[in-house]
T-cell receptor, first 113, second 113 residues
Framework: EAEVAQSPRYKITEKSQAVAFWCDPI?????LYWYRQILGQGPELLVQ????????DSQLPKDRFSAERLKGVDSTLKIQPAELGDSAMYLC???????????FGPGTRLTVT | EDKVVQSPLSLVVHEGDTVTLNCSYE??????LLWYKQEKKAPTFLFML????IEKKSGRLSSILDKKELFSILNITATQTGDSAVYLC?????????????FGKGTLLTVNP
């Protein structure tokens, strides 16, 4: 069964360092989402791509976060510099025309020390 | 401001019990309500509800939406230890091809043997 791939699964970094997360959606899924989930909270949308275009990044802290999906397939989310408050699970999801079925990847657990 | 509120935040039951999880919402441009199950990994899709009064059912799980009173419930009958998870409610408040999910904080269900 096709799955959304993410790497790394875990990342520990010191504050002020740069970190990057990678996501490979299910093949053929045009829409890709990055979410941040703080412990005890539901996922919060950071950025949404339709193919290679950003359709929503209203909740992305653009002073330190950036996201790209250059060829409309895999995507990278970067944080520079990382802050203590960035510690969270970063989830990637993808969907096809059946939008309601967003398939989530296993997530990247980020700890900033 | 769009809100999705889940209750209770946590629940402990014994195997065989029946549980009801609640989700209320206040969002603009409501399109659908979704339920996800999250164990120690990414959320997995359970149901999507768009119409009031029509029950969705999958095995021991069922869900219904009330668009007049702006809430949904998720029922689990004859609970098993494998049902232990966080159950997330999300509302799609998008328009056209721009799909936006707002998640609640989730209900942590613990099923003891």
């Amino acid at each position: 069964e096709a799955e959304v791939a993410q790497s790394p699964r875990y990342k520990i970094t010191e504050k002020s360092q740069a970190v990057a997360f990678w996501c490979d959606p299910i093949s053929g899924h045009a829409t890709l989402y990055w979410y941040r989930q703080i412990l005890g909270q539901g996922p919060e949308l950071l950025v949404q791509f339709q193919d290679e275009s950003v359709v929503d990044d209203s909740q992305l802290p653009k002073d330190r976060f950036s996201a790209e999906r250059l060829k409309g397939v895999d995507s990278t989310l970067k944080i520079q510099p990382a802050e203590l408050g960035d510690s969270a699970m970063y989830l990637c999801a993808s969907s096809s025309d059946r939008f309601y079925e967003q398939y989530f990847g296993p997530g990247t657990r980020l700890t900033v020390t | 401001e769009d809100k999705v509120v889940q209750s209770p935040l946590s629940l402990v039951v014994h195997e065989g019990d029946t549980v009801t999880l609640n989700c209320s919402y206040e969002v603009t441009n409501f399109r659908s309500l979704l339920w996800y199950k999250q164990e120690k990994k990414a959320p997995t899709f359970l149901f999507m509800l768009t119409s009031s009064g029509i029950e969705k059912k999958s095995g021991r799980l069922s869900s219904i939406l009330d668009k007049k009173e702006l809430f949904s419930i998720l029922n689990i009958t004859a609970t098993q230890t494998g049902d232990s998870a966080v159950y997330l409610c999300a509302v799609d408040r998008g328009g056209g091809s721009n799909y936006k999910l707002t998640f609640g904080k989730g209900t942590l269900l613990t099923v003891n043997p």
